[in-house]
């Protein structure tokens, strides 16, 4: 690792390297607590046909966090079909 907020997961030892940013001030105390997961689809309305689209849903007070973006995935969950449009190349099938 060779710069702030880099990170590394050794799948043999199990262990994670983390390059910590340290222009915040304060370094890590050996307390912090990681939360790792392979979600990847928080959520999906989908409608049953192009024909027939969901229509008239309202999500009010919702708070995405510790969440990442999955545009560049190998998974089945973050490839959505889609052809590549580059390593940048966003879907534009929906929005929220």
Not at 29 to 51: C, H, M, R, V, Y
Request: hydrophobic residues 30%.
């Amino acid at each position: 690792l060779d710069a702030p907020n880099e990170w590394f997961f050794d799948k043999a030892t199990r262990r994670l390297y983390y390059f910590f940013n340290a222009t915040g001030g304060n370094g890590p105390t050996g307390n912090e607590s990681w939360d790792a997961t392979q979600t990847e689809i928080l959520f999906n309305i989908t409608g049953s046909s192009p024909k027939q689209p969901v229509r008239n849903v309202m999500l009010r007070g919702l708070e995405l966090r510790d969440t990442s973006y999955t545009y560049i995935g190998t998974s089945k969950a973050a490839i959505h079909g889609m052809p590549s449009g580059g390593d940048w190349g966003l879907q534009r099938s929906g929005a929220v």
